[in-house]
């Protein structure tokens, strides 16, 4: 099988909250031919909260990142839409706008580092749909789920700001045709397009929930099983978020949520440990039945 | 065949230029690539502020230009090249073939009643339906039956019930080579494709549609023989709601239309009034960034719009539409401009006023000629300030929308018709050709 | 109602991701596509605009409206002016930052930056959960680099001045 090589950008909600997406991406990772190779000292994005702060800083922290990917000579493969956005727009600016390059470099020469714009940055879900190709990843589906009624989750930052994403990137339609290989069907719903509200949760509570709430009634309006997210940040607002809605507003949704990740390490026959269903605040076990062995 | 001039697009612009350049002598080549000639305003129910009946106004005109003794009408044809210069412009013409002898016909119209097939008509902007053998409309010039090929399962009906045997299957693409010395392009426009703003719900929600999807609506010539019904149910819809600038006044590079597109703010308030006309009771209002009624008589007929007909004029550009799938009603999501909190109000009917682009096939034409375009794709004058009807080829002179939104409306459409036949004149008669 | 300030546009359109405050022809496409518009009376990006191409300075810079933000460029996307006003919001709150006005969430993230490397730093459930999966150690992170970075960009001084 052939391999290809990305190096590996986990940012840091993944390590702090949900290992478990970790967990299934690097069980699943190997049978589809792409190789994770760890970045070393790698560290935060730089997502909202800090470009909120200061832009240059951004800038010098999410550069950091590229510089050492350029260095390891490969592209970088993200599973968070923050770290996409964050990184993707980066190498975009500075790539372009030569002032500002020379403001970072003079920054990064005190970490011994120099942006050369010589990387590129993908999110995980493209990478299986452009460099694996849905052929592969349907070859590798042993235990197809039933028709389960999934709604895709695809999240501000897949495909927003469409001038940076625009043509080169597949973003939802990519995500559609995944979720669908696996044997689920990814069902339509209005707010689609919707934020999650995620970015506000901890700075503004009140708010991240009502934006929650639009997602999720327009979910349950649709009638689906559940629900699939590829950024860890989607995950925690719309998995713990109904719980956080339940509190204050005694309503229910009891969609569970799971990583596209995981969907698929179950389609492929793999089962999800104990420890990981747990992580799940929506139990997922109901889900788990619509899949056929075959 | 006699040197003349070539007229390219048989709208009412060039329908102008035709007919002031025959009468004046010169022998007329008047291509039109559709069945018949009359364009845009073909399509229209009335015009704005007068409150015109479009097509009464303009079938004389085409009637007469039709049966002028100097001018040729070659209609369902295409220009396939072009060579030479001013004085001297040798044009291959394509006539595509109609399968109906055009002697013979006499447009009576007993085949299509009886043809099994049916195809969107493209008159009717695809919502509604016309036969395999028709007449894209009723006032037709030439009144000759077209067969569309594509949609043709060459059954034979027509043949036996033709009166008078015009059928002809064995027709083939006609070419015939024209010596002109001057060409006068009057080709118009297209209509922007909203779904490219997919906020907005085209195509995908039955009850948005565009303007001149309106117009053929409350055209008697219509798809619904002009009662304005609603396309997902056919109920008389109670609250309309137009959407201006759909595409217009966009800086966005995927778009590509940052101008504005200068009528449609005058006949969204024209098809309000009609709307209002036709149904009182029902709620109309127009969400607008500008209203742009420049020039004699509109803005006062935006402030009767308003006063005598209650129609509702909204400062607001909406952001986005959702459907009820019961109802099928739409809700727009807006920026109430008094209370300044975002509204939600449902309607039963949304009609966009799409940017008018330019018209499909333009580029090719426009490399045959060897004319250049400007940024938008519409074609450019030579002098956009000294001489806007020339085009950067000396003898070819341009007329109507197809040189842009500069146009206002269709009596500027007829003067520069009427202009671009006086340079074409002028130029003819300089070198002893008039 | 604070003083106008007639130089606060310009102020925004040289701040780095504020050049679309110049473009805004005040159409209400912003507000009426904005999820948090639909629930928050008051996050209004058009009046915010507003607000800003009037010059009410200190009513921006110290009010709330910017923070409750998501960034999630639907604002962007649909402005027919390419009006960048989902970036503007950052130009926006980068300047309130330096007038001292920071909510505590932020705050909270941008320290925990400085001091790991990391906006959110693992809980002790998913050190746990690591250990048992046989993922190993959370991956090293060059606190060291973060920090001079950060400090030559005077980050660190943003983030500790005093509410």
């Given amino acids: 099988m052939n391999f290809v090589r990305y190096a590996f950008f986990l940012g840091c909600l993944i390590p702090a909250r949900e290992p478990n997406y970790e967990n299934s991406v690097r069980k699943i990772a190997p049978k589809l031919g792409v190789e994770l190779v760890e970045m070393d000292g790698a560290n935060c994005c730089a997502p909202f909260s800090v470009q909120s702060v200061d832009y240059i800083s951004w800038l010098a922290l999410a550069a950091r990142n590229l510089c050492i990917a350029e260095q390891m000579g490969l592209d970088i493969l993200t599973l968070c839409n923050d770290c996409y956005e964050s990184l993707l727009m980066t190498n975009m600016i500075l790539k372009e706008d030569r002032e500002t390059r020379e403001k970072v470099n003079a920054i990064l020469a005190d970490v011994g580092q120099q942006f050369k714009g010589k990387t590129d940055v993908k999110i995980f879900s493209d990478v299986l749909y452009e460099d694996v190709g849905l052929e592969k990843v349907k070859n590798a589906v042993k235990a197809p789920f039933n028709g389960l009624r999934v709604a895709v989750q695809p999240g501000c930052h897949l495909t927003k700001p469409k001038r940076i994403h625009f043509g080169e990137r597949t973003g939802v339609r990519a995500l559609g045709e995944l979720v669908e290989v696996t044997g689920a069907k990814s069902i339509s719903y209005s707010a689609k397009d919707a934020c999650c509200g995620g970015p506000l949760r901890g700075i503004n509570d009140v708010v991240a929930s009502d934006v929650a709430k639009q997602k999720l009634d327009s979910m349950k309006a649709a009638g689906v099983d559940c629900i699939v997210t590829v950024c860890p940040f989607c995950f925690l607002e719309l998995d713990r978020g109904q719980l956080e809605i339940k509190r204050h507003s005694k309503e229910e949704y009891g969609l569970p949520v799971l990583h596209y990740a995981e969907l698929l390490r179950i389609a492929m026959g793999m089962k999800l440990e104990d420890w990981e269903m747990k992580t799940h605040k929506i139990p997922i076990i109901k889900i788990l039945n619509t899949v056929e062995a075959k | 065949m006699e040197k003349g001039v070539m007229v390219i697009g048989g709208g009412i612009a060039g329908i102008q230029a035709s007919m002031d350049l025959a009468n004046r002598g010169f022998q007329v080549y008047l291509v039109e690539k559709s069945p018949s000639i009359g364009g845009r305003m073909a399509q229209l129910d009335k015009t704005f502020p007068t409150m015109d009946c479009s097509i009464c106004i303009l079938a004389p005109k085409m009637i007469e230009v039709a049966h002028h003794q100097k001018v040729h009408l070659l209609t369902y044809s295409e220009v396939k090249e072009v060579e030479g210069s001013v004085g001297n412009f040798k044009v291959k013409v394509t006539r595509k073939p109609r399968y109906v002898d055009e002697v013979k016909c006499t447009g009576c119209g007993i085949c299509a009643e009886k043809c099994p097939i049916e195809a969107p008509s493209e008159f009717d902007e695809n919502i509604g339906a016309r036969k395999a053998i028709y007449m894209p409309f009723p006032q037709a010039v030439p009144r000759i039956m077209t067969i569309n090929k594509d949609d043709c399962m060459e059954c034979g009906i027509c043949e036996k019930v033709c009166p008078s045997q015009a059928i002809n299957r064995e027709q083939k693409p006609q070419e015939i080579e024209l010596d002109v010395g001057a060409i006068v392009v009057a080709t118009g426009f297209d209509i922007f494709d909203c779904s490219m703003i997919p906020q907005y719900g085209y195509r995908e929600f039955k009850n948005v549609i565009t303007a001149m999807e309106l117009e053929r609506l409350l055209c008697a010539s219509g798809p619904t023989g002009g009662h304005l019904i609603r396309p997902s149910d056919g109920r008389i819809p109670r609250s309309i709601a137009f959407i201006q600038c759909v595409g217009s006044r966009d800086r966005r590079d995927w778009i590509g239309h940052p101008y504005c597109s200068s009528i449609c703010c005058k006949y969204a308030v024209k098809d309000a009034v009609l709307i209002k006309e036709h149904e009182p009771k029902s709620l109309v209002t127009i969400f607008y960034i500008d209203m742009r009624a420049f020039g004699k008589g509109f803005q006062e007929f935006v402030n009767r719009a308003k006063s005598e007909f209650g129609v509702e004029f909204v400062r607001s550009n909406p952001g986005e539409l959702k459907e009820d799938t019961s109802t099928r009603n739409l809700t727009i999501s807006y920026e109430d401009p008094v209370t300044r909190t975002v509204q939600n109000a449902s309607f039963d009917l949304v009609i966009l006023s799409p940017a008018l682009v330019p018209s499909a096939g333009i580029k090719e034409l426009a490399k045959m000629l060897g004319i250049g375009l400007d940024n938008y794709g519409f074609l450019k004058p030579v002098d956009s300030v000294k001489k806007p009807l020339d085009t950067t080829i000396p003898g070819i002179f341009a007329s109507g929308y197809c040189l842009g939104p500069k146009t206002g409306d269709i009596p500027d459409s007829i003067t520069q018709g009427s202009a671009a036949a006086a340079r074409v004149a002028e130029i003819l008669s300089s070198r002893g050709m008039a | ?163």
């Fill in chain 3, 1 to 163: 109602m604070s003083s106008l300030d007639a130089y606060f546009m310009h102020e925004v359109a040289n701040t780095p991701r504020g050049r679309g405050v110049l473009a805004c022809i005040q159409c209400g496409r912003c507000t009426s596509s904005c999820p948090v518009a639909k629930v928050i009376v008051e996050h209004n990006p058009r009046r915010l605009m507003e607000m800003i191409i009037l010059g009410l300075r200190a009513d921006v810079m110290l009010g709330p409206v910017p923070w409750y933000c998501l960034s999630c460029f639907t604002c962007l996307d649909r402005c027919p002016q390419g009006g960048d006003i989902g970036e503007a919001m950052f130009a926006i709150r980068n300047l309130a930052v330096r007038e001292g006005n920071i909510p505590e969430g932020i705050l909270t993230q941008a320290r925990s930056l400085f001091e790991t490397g990391r906006v959110v730093t693992s809980s002790r459930m998913a050190l746990i959960q690591r250990e048992k999966c046989g993922l190993g150690e959370e991956p090293r992170i060059d606190v060291e680099a973060v920090q001079k970075i950060l400090r030559k960009t005077r980050f660190d001084k943003l983030i500790q001045r005093d509410r």
